[in-house]
């Protein structure tokens, strides 16, 4: 396939890069004593749940600590929540009460946070190489652990190259301010006319970390926003029909973080062939949660292709930490030049690289996490009533003081769910977000709906619905 515009406009930024003399390498430190090449032995893998998975969803929290969230009373997070008070100085004093709480809040989907596998392979690395070098991927912070797991990473989601990032937050930084200062690099005369501006169309419940990017850009002066409705392709198409920029970039959440619904990806495929811009997808809640092989939403709608760059997390169904960018090695090496969230960040400690490493192996192959989270969005649905698509709820129930006091009738039930508020989301649309894993069970969603139906009215509350694309999935 011959190249596209896009890639002759990389092409040429680059170009323009090699001529100031500032395109930055990643250069690998080869740690020794390891073996980083995983195999079958190396990573056990299970056929079902096990005990540890329990631990992802189970939690304590200090008694001192419960009484404050119940009263709405502020926290610093400096709650004593030692179990040994001696530890404290505080011999002799009264034991700190401790309550046991299921998380329906947090977004380790397939429990891998307690995989023993995953735990064994930080501790290896760490044994034998402590955090490993401190400092950012370009000087010292990248090794041969970081680039296996890069490798591992654009296997999965079918791209030539991958760039790890601290946190998906940084990535989408990265992504974004590069994009700007591609448009920079390409101006005439050094300043962007508006024809030569890049336009970058986003949708209106785009993550935080994509906004924040995109402000960044536009402050380089070379791109201009255009904010489409929420996965409304009608609306996307007039505004590309009515763009003079020949530049075009469409950026969009996959599957939503607070809502739980789908981007429309089978439409944004035929939009991109319609009108040649570059797709942008940020894959962390659909990574390792769909597709056959975990490889995220574009594997599960079949259009990997059509997707040019796919950024996405270790710190959710991978249960690790950090943020990747999946894409072409033109456009790595453009990120990792001008990405300054990149560039100015330390690189991930080697421990966690391993772990994530491990966390990657174990989700390809232990597919039954994937088919057990599924199945309890499906338990859900049929407990309930309610017509989710993904293992991300969003129950609206209006006021602040409305979502406050179901929160915490939660709380008193064992439940940790917290109560989503502005500026997080819009006035009056307050709502309970509620998490699946492969690690909850049918009792635990039959005890949660009960406590649920105690405190909103299941039938009556709001449920941000806007389509249903994967129904034939449930």
């Known amino acids: 396939m011959g190249m596209s515009w896009w890639d002759i406009w990389v092409d040429e930024a680059l170009s323009k890069l090699d001529s100031l003399k500032v395109i930055r390498s990643l250069r690998p430190i080869h740690l020794h004593n390891n073996n980083v090449e995983p195999k079958d032995d190396q990573h056990q893998v299970f056929d079902g749940l096990r005990q540890w998975d329990r631990d992802s969803v189970h939690v304590d929290i200090a008694?001192?600590?419960?009484?404050?969230?119940?009263?709405?009373?502020?926290?610093?997070?400096?709650?004593?929540?030692?179990?040994?008070?001696?530890?404290?100085?505080?011999?002799?004093?009264?034991?700190?009460?401790?309550?046991?709480?299921?998380?329906?809040?947090?977004?380790?989907y397939l429990g891998l946070s307690s995989h023993p596998s995953v735990g064994k392979a930080s501790a290896k690395a760490a044994e034998e190489h402590g955090m490993g070098p401190r400092g950012s991927a370009l000087i010292c912070g990248y090794t041969n652990y970081h680039r296996r797991l890069e490798s591992c990473l654009a296997e999965l989601k079918k791209k030539e190259d991958c760039l790890l990032c601290p946190t998906g937050f940084s990535a989408n930084m990265a992504v974004m301010t590069a994009i700007g200062s591609l448009g920079s690099l390409l101006a005439s005369g050094g300043k962007c006319s508006s024809d030569e501006k890049i336009a970058i169309?986003?949708?209106?419940?785009?993550?935080?970390?994509?906004?924040?990017?995109?402000?960044?850009?536009?402050?380089?002066?070379?791109?201009?926003?255009?904010?489409?409705?929420?996965?409304?392709?009608?609306?996307?198409?007039?505004?590309l029909l009515g763009c003079k920029q020949k530049k075009r970039i469409v950026v969009t959440d996959s599957l939503f973080s607070m809502d739980g619904d789908f981007a429309p990806m089978a439409e944004l495929a035929m939009l991109r062939n319609k009108h040649g811009f570059l797709l942008v997808i940020d894959d962390a809640h659909g990574t390792f949660v769909c597709g056959e092989n975990g490889g995220g939403v574009a594997e599960e709608f079949n259009c990997e292709r059509d997707v040019d760059i796919c950024v996405g997390t270790l710190s959710k169904a991978a249960g690790c930490h950090g943020g990747f960018i999946a894409c072409s090695k033109r456009w790595k090496q453009l990120v990792q030049s001008r990405g300054r969230a990149f560039i100015f960040s330390t690189s991930t400690p080697v421990p966690i690289a391993a772990a994530a490493s491990a966390a990657v192996f174990v989700a390809r192959r232990e597919k039954w996490r994937r088919t057990a989270l599924w199945n309890r969005v499906r338990d859900f649905h049929a407990l309930t009533g309610i017509p989710i698509t993904s293992p991300i709820i969003s129950l609206i129930v209006g006021s602040e003081e409305k979502a406050l006091q179901a929160s915490r009738h939660l709380l008193k039930s064992g439940f940790h769910i917290t109560a989503i508020r502005p500026p997080t989301v819009p006035p009056n649309s307050c709502r309970l977000r509620i998490t699946l894993s492969a690690a909850h069970t049918m009792d635990d969603l039959r005890e949660l709906t009960s406590a649920l139906s105690q405190c909103i009215n299941l039938q009556d509350s709001g449920f941000y619905y806007t389509n249903a694309s994967l129904s034939a999935k449930l």
């Open 201 to 239: 169309f986003s949708d209106a419940l785009n993550h935080a970390s994509i906004i924040d990017g995109i402000r960044l850009a536009e402050r380089q002066k070379s791109v201009q926003l255009f904010v489409y409705k929420h996965c409304d392709m009608s609306h996307l198409n007039e505004l």
């Open 63 to 108: 008694d001192s600590t419960f009484q404050k969230w119940v009263q709405d009373i502020p926290s610093s997070g400096d709650d004593n929540v030692s179990h040994d008070t001696e530890a404290n100085g505080e011999a002799g004093a009264r034991p700190q009460k401790f309550r046991k709480l299921l998380i329906f809040s947090g977004n380790d």
